[in-house]
């Protein structure tokens, strides 16, 4: 490639940039690894801007570890098993796997145009989900119901502490987990005396009287009373709706022993979203109600005391005890005896994960008339989704009109059987892909576990705060999960969550109406926008960009109208990750993304055509003027280094490490002449701004790159460099830099004139408060400001120099 002196039109650098191809097989423990993830998309089959936000902050985030050495791991998937798949399918009579994989297909495609580096080869089949069972038959899952009464929240609430960089999602996490004020117990359900096979967990706020209590309680809408429970059939017909019914299910208490009658509420819900609750008459008066009204009885458990505290009666080897004492004693030894105990928040319910529809995770279980639901064996995992010839959306499961499929062995008594034709939940699917990621191709289980525990935890997430809550707190759970399984060594999935902000797009809505316009529609030419035909006004707003606002933008004509880099440089320039970007390109975001880029490019012309003319390039004819302006670009370079590293791996302020890197660039565009072409300190500090510049801006930095390895006579070995600019390691701070003395001297001006300096330690050297009370300390502002009254003191940390604005 040749460089030449006008910028080349960059947006039409299409390249892929060249990997090093991460060892599939082997783990290199030689090198540090870092996994960097991206939430995986739905595969509507279109991209949308918030995808290139996410995915150019992985991308940047991943050439950045490889710089540094480190073995990445930066997957791609979809998240494929979805009902819009189905629901789509079914409006449009497609097979919802055809319909998914040209999806996948054309976003692939796009993806690709953007010049992504994802790991490819990390996609497995199951996660493109296409032959269905591979998605999700666990083995550990077997039990998918009962997974439910595993409910620990305790856990889950306090491992929070230990993520420290959850910021403000954790708060969010740990309101939706609530407080862990109660706890649950496990119950054997029967019918007739004959156990059926469920457990159920139900709820107390008050475990220390278990002993007396008196019934269990559902919800109408509890998943006992739908789907495929043994115990559909006897709580149906005790059903009154709207009125509290008992009915002739028990609920045996695994801890006391006892067991209890189950009563259908007559509530549409209970307090914190439980489902299942225990009645505990003596505890509540409300619960003392309903034992009453129903001719229940139960045992007293509390004693109030002459001094009005409350002992235990009646309660085992817990009477006797204080109820504070019997609280911690008997969630600790139900605990201890597997009978449940965990503390744990009253705003949960049970994780449904069953759904009555086709496009899903078969649950590998089987119905057989003798053994009732008996697991899929291991060795026949996975369950694979049959096909089925049409779909509907209505009535039962579509996998009942597969009759091959359905119709199945026992895995027990060998006797005829059917399969189980709820599919699960999407949500389990996203909650353990990231496992699968470590081991795509394993064809016996879900994944290998020293390879999770090889690239677990998840080092950066990123993602859109939309799924702050509910994914993230699913993935923790089956994470937490797997840990107390012996599946992986590490309990939480996520170290770092980087939580990114919304695309906005402008919105004009007609005042009166509400109507949302396209830009075709609204006359700009007045001091304000107005529809064209009507005249009337407009609300002008901002809104996350949507096709139904009309405020929505194309990737795709984005990246023809301003080339990938601009478009990657303006993601991560207009605002922290973290904070939305209204996306306006009338803002100097784009234009100074532009101009950057020419300036870079400007740069390294500027060194070619200095060393291609007739003076041979030699630092010792620098006289001490140059050689000090040699030293700042030095120190500039120095600092640029520190500072873009630290945005790197500890902020992600990737709108600081730009800004950062310009104001090198304006350093390094007002060198003079002589110091560009003799001093190794320019070349040295270029070549840094390209290599730091490259995780973000790849495309433009391999082609400054490429011009810079064709410098002639270049007088440090950096330029020597083999490789792509992608190759290179990323730069370290000069160790004499770091050694440099504690101090600096600091140019002091007053109302823009130059008048000295002052020597300031070097660490408060960016404090603006404590470098003007060292300099008012100092014999120079002793003598030149303190009589005058100060107005404003302006620190520039990176020019080392304050600016006194006084009265004259
Ligand atoms: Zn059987």
Redesign the pocket.
């Known amino acids: 490639m040749e460089v030449n002196g006008t910028p080349k039109p960059f947006q039409n650098i299409f390249f892929c940039v060249p990997q090093k191809k991460e060892s599939h097989t082997g783990l290199e423990r030689s090198r540090k690894k870092f996994y960097v993830l991206s939430m995986f998309p739905y595969p509507s089959g279109r991209l949308h801007m918030g995808h290139v936000r996410v995915y150019t902050i992985s991308d940047t985030i991943s050439h950045f570890q490889r710089m540094r050495g480190h073995q990445v791991l930066n997957p791609m998937g979809w998240d494929a098993f979805g009902l819009p798949a189905e629901n789509a399918a079914i409006e449009r009579g497609l097979d919802p796997e055809d319909w998914t994989k040209s999806n996948i297909e054309s976003m692939r495609k796009q993806l690709d145009s953007l010049g992504l580096c994802f790991n490819w080869d990390r996609v497995s089949e199951s996660l493109h989900s296409t032959d269905g069972g591979l998605d999700l038959n666990f083995g550990v899952l077997h039990h998918c119901i009962s997974i439910l009464s595993y409910l620990r929240l305790g856990p889950l609430l306090d491992a929070l502490a230990d993520l420290p960089e959850w910021y403000g999602v954790k708060s969010m996490q740990a309101n939706w987990i609530g407080d862990c004020s109660g706890c649950f117990f496990n119950h054997i359900m029967k019918v007739d005396g004959r156990d059926s096979g469920e457990v159920l967990a139900a709820y107390t706020g008050s475990p220390e009287a278990v002993f007396g209590a008196a019934y269990v309680s559902v919800l109408p809408s509890h998943r006992l009373l739908h789907g495929s429970s043994a115990l559909k059939t006897a709580l149906l017909r005790a059903l009154r709706p709207g009125r509290d019914s008992l009915t002739e299910v028990t609920a045996l208490n695994v801890f006391t022993g006892r067991e209890v009658p189950v009563v259908i509420s007559s509530k549409k819900e209970f307090d914190g979203h439980l489902d299942t609750v225990m009645g505990i008459p003596d505890s509540s008066e409300e619960e003392a109600e309903l034992a009453q009204s129903l001719g229940l009885s139960w045992i007293s458990v509390l004693k109030t005391e002459q001094d009005g505290t409350q002992t235990l009666i009646n309660s085992d080897e817990f009477t006797g005890q204080s109820r504070a004492e019997a609280f911690n004693s008997v969630t600790q030894k139900a605990r201890e005896r597997n009978a449940g105990g965990y503390l744990t928040s009253a705003k949960l319910r049970d994780w449904l994960i069953s759904r009555q529809r086709y496009w899903g995770t078969p649950i590998p279980i089987v119905h057989?008339?003798?053994?009732g639901p008996?697991p899929v064996p291991v060795e026949e995992l996975p369950v694979t989704l049959p096909k089925v010839s049409s779909l509907s959306g209505k009535g039962a499961s579509p996998l009942k009109t597969a009759q091959d499929w359905l119709r199945c062995q026992?895995?027990?008594?060998?006797?005829p059987?059917e399969r189980e034709t709820d599919t699960m939940d999407t949500f389990v699917d996203s909650s353990w892909y990231y496992f699968r990621y470590t081991d795509p191709q394993n064809p016996l289980r879900p994944f290998e576990h020293s390879r999770a525990d090889h690239w677990m935890p998840v080092d950066v997430y990123i993602g859109g705060k939309e799924h702050a809550v509910m994914h993230l707190y699913y993935a923790r759970f089956l994470s937490h999960f797997c840990r107390d399984q012996g599946m992986v060594s590490h309990r939480e999935p996520f170290r770092k969550l980087l939580v990114q902000g919304l695309i906005k797009g402008q919105t004009f809505r007609v005042a009166e109406t509400g109507q949302y316009l396209t830009k075709e529609d609204i006359d700009f030419s007045g001091p304000e926008p107005i529809q064209r035909d009507s005249g009337s006004r407009l609300q002008v707003t901002w809104e996350k960009m949507s096709k139904s606002k009309q405020n929505g933008l194309d990737p795709q004509e984005v990246l023809q109208q301003y080339g990938l880099d601009t478009m990657r440089l303006y993601l991560l320039y207009a605002a922290p990750p973290e904070q939305d970007i209204l996306w306006d390109v009338k803002t100097d975001a784009i234009p100074g993304v532009l101009r950057w880029q020419a300036r870079l490019w400007g740069l390294i012309t500027k060194l070619r055509a200095a060393r291609e003319g007739p003076e041979t390039p030699n630092p010792s004819v620098l006289n001490k003027r140059e050689r000090s302006e040699a030293r700042k670009i030095w120190e500039n370079k120095n600092y640029a280094i520190t500072q873009v590293t630290g945005h790197f791996t500890e902020d992600f302020l990737f709108n600081a490490a730009i800004s950062r890197l310009m104001g090198l660039t304006n350093t390094l565009s007002q060198a003079s002449s002589r110091v560009v072409l003799h001093s190794v300190e320019f070349e040295e500090a270029l070549a840094s701004l390209c290599v730091m510049a490259a995780p973000m801006c790849p495309h433009l930095a391999s082609e400054l790159w490429a011009g810079l390895s064709q410098v002639r006579n270049p007088l440090g070995s950096v330029l020597l460099g083999k490789g792509s600019v992608l190759q290179q390691p990323w730069p370290s701070v000069d160790p004499e830099y770091l050694q440099t003395p504690d101090t600096l001297q600091l140019s002091v001006r007053i109302n823009n004139k130059a008048c000295g300096s002052v020597s300031v330690p070097r660490e408060v050297a960016q404090d603006a408060q404590k470098v003007q009370e060292l300099v008012l300390n100092s014999s120079l502002g002793a003598r030149l400001l303190s009589e005058r009254v100060i107005k404003k003191a302006i620190l520039s940390p990176r020019t080392a120099l304050i600016n006194f604005l006084v009265d004259e």
Not at 410 to 415: H, I
């Open positions: 057989c008339s003798a053994c008996v026992c895995p027990r008594c060998k006797g059987a």
